[in-house]
């Protein structure tokens, strides 16, 4: 009999996906009700959990270090050239042809034939007791040098966007997988019941190339999967009350409706009636708990000038602060995109000058005040941030279709890029991996993006060998069968 | 399918393992099949003949296949040659003269033979001499020449003519004054007797390999060298101490004492400057990367901070408790509490109250069964006041403390100052003063303190940081302090904060 309840619930929880939850982020989270739910129907939540409790933890392999995570994607990739891999050799090598070596059997999104090199556009200094080097493109992250772990030796497998942004969330550049924020609730379970447990925000005026796959839940129960919350006006459409009525109306409403489901499901025992008599009372949670939570204008004034935010706006800035205040209301995983940093040289917007500057002049402040205020609320040691893009950009300057571009502009590059991270069970001010010369290629310490993924699990207290998903007949993992965790930069 | 099996494949080594079980199946039997004949012969027993020849058949069919598995096994290599032979001819012998001891006895061949009777007893007791010796043989090739005999007790010691007991060198000692110590005698081989040798050595000698004296770790391997003097991160023995655990080339093997951080980094150093005999500290460049790791040498634990420094490790990581009874944590759950296990080997739990703003002093009561299992409790925005505090002071194994937006005072935070364990302990936004923090930085453990919004004064957070190293207490910004740091992107005044190092 339970067998079968499970077999139910689990053949449930795929039509759930299929047809309510991936259109809908308001519905995804009343897929968060759906956990309580199936919890109430006596499913074990031992062992493979497919009761869809989002609530319901796994016990790690090790006591976790980073029990939240705020993961900053930069999508389009900014240059790592100007920001943080100094490279004096390649002032020298300025405008000359690039060697032969890098390109013989190289394929490029747009670079053809002999590029010219492209010398770093920034100043570089180093800063922090740690001695780290950045560019003047981020001054206020200067100022945090030494909170932070720099990787300068990642690497990737896929030279477009959507591809490489899918395999570095869901450690595979195909569709299907789940991403890291949903093995990451999968693993550590939900903790405020009135919030989901994953919540992504976008900013830069459009969604990543690879869409809401990169915060899907895959083959995982898509109570996993991420929410993505607006940030200005309602932060999720349609769960504000419709004008004229008040929330007691809404509430004796909701009661009778569920009143009525409740009875139906007396006499026919679908378990789908449940979950959506739970969807009702999770949305109706949320009217309440979302907006307070996602409401800016208590904050005070200091605090807002830190982020360089004003209550209203849906910029990057400000996602950076509503990251804080869900990681203070124990989200688990928020999501950051920013899009924009696709830097081509294509226009006066996309390019390794002006326009990469203007979007490290939106994002620098309001990271930098990300990281001293979960601080200084003592949020840093248990939150692990992360920064970085789907992958690199050349030393070479693009010339796209042989051409000489408008501006100056990078190609998207695979074999050398940095990410950085901070807090939560990782070093404070160290830089692990070089790259060559040139910043062509991880020249020591070279950490692909699974490895990274590896690393990221074992923070959050899972071997990434053992933390798998039984599905079509065999465990899956997020790094499937790659990854080595990266023992130097934990600390 | 034979064929292969005939090399080191990772069939005949699977298969190869299973001697050191089915080498006890011969033993027993033989053994047992011989004090049979004995009693037999004495009139001490009545058996029939055919017992004894049955436990015989058995004796020479599980013989035969230990032998099997036996030759399997040493395809892997890494024994002593000439005890490996001797081991391996006696362990055919005790098949052979099992068999033949059988087959004069057998049913279709006893009356054939006419020398029989004759064969019969001297194989017998030739094939349980054999498996007495061949055993000894065996004992010595996986614990080492000498091990049954090694801690033989006085007075017999000097009857048999043996040299005192060495004691093996386990763990490293502290070294008074590191500079002066022999980077080799006094760094290098202690870490390598202690976690390498016991395989790489005189009589084990694993992947052709010995690590005891410099001249043969020098040698190298069946694998060529295992370090290139200069280059540590290209060395072999580096490398494979840097793989992850789980990897087949990962030395020393999963399950045994591994390297720390700080021995690897310490070999790697050697083997880069040169992997030299006879320099001391002194006489070498040491790295920044290798000072924290000298420094432990000492004795004492190496001070973390800049550099990327590891921190010491948690207390967690040594705790280990019974689990708690599961009514308790439903208990708990029923309260509306976030019950999680922390890790799977250790039982330890933590608590949150996120979903329970009403928790209040009266429910810590239930908190009270798993006082023991309970290392993070989180209680922030409770009604929490300072007699729930007298209640927590009982959770012995506490280390991460969240007391933040509470109405904790300064009596209450001084009844938790006997918690043994406390790392971590967030008072941001409550009426805790400097009395209270100075009361609460006497805990030795403490790391880590969060008292923005506090009653906490700057001059006391300065002054207590001062008297307490190794406690990072974080106040918040002020207004001030904001505008000093929206200065950052003032580009004429953005110059490098610190000057550069190395």
Redesign the interface.
């Known amino acids: 009999m339970e067998k079968l309840l499970k077999e139910l619930q689990y053949a449930d929880l795929h039509r759930q996906t299929r047809r309510h939850f991936l259109q809908s982020a308001g519905f995804g989270l009343g897929a968060l009700g759906l956990g309580s739910l199936l919890g109430s129907c006596g499913a074990s939540n031992a062992g493979t959990n497919v009761s869809g409790n989002a609530?319901a933890?796994k016990?790690?392999?090790?006591?976790?270090k980073a029990k939240r995570v705020i993961y900053i994607h930069m999508a389009g990739a900014p240059s790592q050239l100007e920001l943080f891999d100094y490279k004096p050799e390649l002032v020298k090598y300025h405008g000359q042809d690039c060697p032969a070596e890098f390109l013989e059997g190289k394929k490029f999104a747009f670079i053809q034939g002999v590029p010219k090199m492209l010398g770093p556009q920034g100043k570089f200094?180093?800063?922090?007791?740690?001695?780290a080097w950045m560019s003047?493109y981020v001054?206020?992250l200067?100022?945090v040098?030494?909170e932070i772990?720099f990787l300068k030796a990642m690497h990737t497998d896929q030279f477009n966007h959507a591809p490489a942004q899918l395999l570095m969330h869901t450690g595979s550049a195909r569709l299907g997988r789940p991403s890291l924020g949903a093995w990451s609730v999968y693993g550590?379970?939900s903790?405020?019941?009135?919030l989901p447990g994953f919540i992504v925000l976008a900013s830069g005026g459009q969604q990543p190339d690879a869409g809401k796959s990169v915060y899907g839940s895959g083959f995982l129960p898509s109570v996993y999967q991420g929410v993505q919350c607006r940030t200005g006006g309602d932060p999720v459409l349609y769960v504000s009350d419709p004008s004229g009525m008040n929330r007691d109306m809404r509430k004796q409403t909701i009661e009778a409706i569920n009143e009525i489901n409740r009875q139906t499901y007396e006499d026919v025992k679908d378990p789908e009636i449940l979950t959506r008599i739970s969807q009702y009372e999770m949305a109706f949670r949320m009217q309440m708990s979302v907006p307070e939570v996602m409401d800016v204008s208590k904050e005070?004034?200091?605090?807002l000038?830190?982020y360089g935010v004003k209550p209203g706006e849906g910029t990057f800035a400000m996602n950076c602060l509503l990251a804080r205040k869900l990681v203070e209301?124990?989200v688990r995983f928020v999501q950051l995109f920013d899009w924009g940093w696709d830097g081509h040289g294509t226009s006066k917007d996309h390019n390794v000058e002006g326009g990469l500057r203007q979007k490290c002049?939106e994002s620098?402040?309001p990271i930098?005040?990300l990281i001293?205020d979960l601080?200084?609320?003592?949020l840093l040691?248990e939150t692990l941030i992360i920064w970085g893009a789907e992958f690199g950009r050349t030393p070479m300057q693009e010339n796209r279709n042989g051409l000489v571009m408008p501006f100056m502009g990078r190609d998207h590059h695979l074999d050398a890029f940095t990410m950085w991270m901070a807090g939560g069970g990782v070093?404070?001010?160290?830089?692990h991996g070089e790259t060559d010369e040139l910043g062509y290629y991880g020249a020591?310490d070279r950490v692909h993006v699974h490895d990274l993924q590896a690393t990221i699990l074992h923070l959050m207290?899972f071997d990434h060998?053992k933390f798998t998903y039984p599905f079509q007949g065999r465990n899956f993992r997020l790094t499937d069968t790659e990854g080595?965790?990266v023992?130097?930069v934990i600390? | 399918m034979l064929i292969p099996l005939l090399q080191a494949s990772p069939w005949a080594l699977f298969i190869g393992r299973f001697h050191p079980v089915l080498v006890h199946l011969p033993i027993g039997f033989l053994l047992i099949a011989a004090l049979i004949e004995i009693g037999r012969r004495t009139g001490k027993i009545s058996v029939s003949e055919s017992t004894v020849v049955f436990v015989l058949f058995w004796s020479a069919v599980s013989a035969t296949f230990a032998c099997i598995a036996g030759y399997l096994l040493s395809l892997g290599g890494g024994y002593d040659e000439d005890l490996l032979g001797a081991h391996m001819l006696k362990g055919i012998g005790v098949a052979v003269f099992a068999w033949v001891a059988w087959i004069v006895k057998s049913d279709w061949l006893a009356g054939k033979i006419s020398f029989g009777k004759a064969v019969y007893l001297p194989a017998f007791a030739v094939a349980v001499v054999l498996t007495m010796t061949a055993g000894h043989d065996g004992g010595s090739l996986t614990h080492g020449d000498g091990y049954l005999t090694q801690y033989t007790p006085e007075p017999f010691r000097s009857l048999a003519g043996m040299d005192p007991i060495q004691e093996k060198a386990k763990e490293i000692k502290p070294i008074t004054d590191v500079q002066q110590a022999v980077v080799y005698k006094d760094i290098v081989q202690p870490i390598l007797e202690a976690r390498c040798t016991q395989c790489h050595n005189a009589s084990k000698k694993k992947g052709d390999l010995r690590m005891d004296e410099l001249a043969l770790l020098m040698k190298g391997g069946e694998n060529g060298p295992v370090l290139v003097p200069g280059k540590g991160a290209e060395s072999d023995m580096i490398k494979r101490c840097l793989l992850d655990e789980s990897d087949d080339n990962h030395m020393p093997p999963k399950g045994k004492p591994q390297l720390s951080t700080e021995q690897i980094a310490l070999l790697s150093w050697w083997i880069d400057q040169g992997a030299p005999v006879d320099k001391k500290v002194a006489e070498l460049t040491v790295s920044d990367q290798v000072k924290p790791a000298l420094a432990s040498l000492g004795g004492g634990s190496a001070t973390g901070g800049a550099g990327g420094a590891k921190q010491k490790e948690s207390a967690i990581a040594t705790l280990k408790v019974s689990p708690a009874k599961e009514a308790d944590i439903q208990a708990m759950r029923k309260a509306g509490l976030i019950v999680n296990t922390l890790s799977q080997d250790q039982n330890l739990i933590e608590v949150s109250a996120v979903n329970a703003p009403k928790f209040s002093d009266k429910d810590i009561a239930l908190l009270l069964p798993v006082a023991e299992q309970i290392t993070w409790l989180k209680l922030g925005g409770t009604q929490i006041t300072d007699s729930g505090l007298k209640e927590i002071a009982k959770l012995k194994n506490l280390t991460k403390l969240h007391l933040e937006h509470t109405g904790v005072t300064d009596q209450g935070i001084a009844q938790i100052k006997s918690l043994p364990h406390l790392e971590y302990l967030n008072v941001i936004d409550t009426k805790i003063g400097d009395a209270g923090l100075k009361n609460i930085a006497t805990i030795k453990g403490l790391r880590s303190i969060y008292v923005w919004q506090s009653a906490v004064t700057d001059s006391a957070v300065a002054q207590t940081a001062r008297q307490n190293k190794g406690l990072q207490i974080v106040n918040g910004f002020s207004a001030a302090e904001v505008a000093q740091f929206l200065k950052a992107g003032d580009s004429t005044v953005t110059k490098p904060v610190a000057t550069t190092k190395k």
């Open positions: 609530a933890a016990i790690p392999q090790f006591a976790p200094a180093q800063y922090g007791q740690s001695g003047d001054p206020y200067q100022t040098a030494d772990t550590l379970g903790e405020n019941q009135n005070p004034q200091f605090i000038d830190m209301n124990d002049r620098d402040q930098a005040a001293k601080k200084m609320r003592g040691e070093k404070q001010g160290y830089s020591k207290g060998e080595k965790v023992k130097q600390a």
